[in-house]
């Protein structure tokens, strides 16, 4: 497949415009990966005091606040309703906002890179495991509308298992426009559809692709499909209809890596 070439690019830098406080994070993994995030403030630290003691290396050396040793059931009182916490939570502050032009620059030193783009995922644990498997997979970052995208939670951060600290989340106001953003920094779009053509290993993709995915039933939107350079399914027999959007992303990001 042709490379696109790159185009000097100036996209908008889109800015989350709803202030809020902060985010409860819970769970060994999320909290520990936030503590190697130095990007990422630390307000308060709630520990039991097994999970304390467990864990009281990294949490001396890099908590930046103190770690208050309270009851299972004050951890509990914290977080949303069945949040599996392991004894260990931190409240803090909302990451600074990545904007899509830092990682069309990233790309441009590279021969192959990925994105992943998601229209309208609104489940926060469909994000939260994308995030986990374009960290493992190598992607540059993961690109959601700001209106129809869930919001940095609990659930999230939970679902991403420490990767919302390494995998760049960046929103923006116009998915489309965005798009086109990424077409002008040297991207191919290739959207993911069931009723597509030829599957992702009959593209031969390579270079800098940007992965786009749709909801779960009503797939890619329209205007998303026809911004899309090409359309890719992956081999499924008739037994299911679809997979899981996270499922899906994860066996195209392999399947890319494995490609490359």
């Not at 001396?60 to 004050?74: H, W």
């Not at 390494?166 to 990424?182: G, K």
């Not at 026809?226 to 008739?238: G, Q």
Request: with cysteine; net charge neutral.
């Amino acid at each position: 497949m042709a490379r696109r070439d790159a185009a000097p690019v100036h996209p908008p830098k889109h800015q989350h415009a709803e202030a809020r406080k902060g985010v409860w994070l819970a769970g060994v993994h999320a909290v520990t990966m936030a503590l190697e995030n130095p990007n990422r403030t630390f307000l308060r630290i709630l520990a039991t005091a097994d999970a304390a003691r467990s864990h009281e290396k990294v949490l001396k050396a890099r908590s930046p606040v103190g770690v208050e040793i309270v009851a299972k059931t004050e951890i509990e009182r914290q977080l949303p309703a069945g949040s599996v916490h392991q004894g260990l939570a931190a409240f803090v502050d909302f990451l600074p906002p990545i904007h899509l032009d830092e990682l069309i620059e990233t790309a441009q030193s590279r021969a192959d890179a990925v994105i992943v783009v998601l229209d309208q995922v609104t489940d926060p644990h469909n994000v939260g495991a994308i995030l986990r498997s374009a960290a493992a997979f190598g992607a540059l970052g993961v690109v959601v509308p700001d209106r129809h995208a869930p919001e940095e939670t609990t659930a999230l951060a939970k679902s991403a298992s420490g990767a919302l600290e390494r995998m760049p989340l960046v929103r923006v106001t116009n998915l489309a426009r965005a798009l086109d953003d990424l077409k002008a920094g040297g991207f191919w779009i290739c959207g993911l559809a069931a009723d597509a053509p030829q599957t992702l290993a009959q593209a031969k993709l390579s270079g800098k692709i940007a992965l786009a995915f749709g909801a779960e039933g009503e797939g890619l939107r329209r205007l998303t499909r026809e911004t899309c350079d090409m359309m890719v399914r992956l081999p499924m027999t008739d037994e299911m209809e679809s997979l899981n959007v996270s499922n899906a992303a994860a066996i195209a990001l392999y399947e890319f890596v494995r490609l490359r």
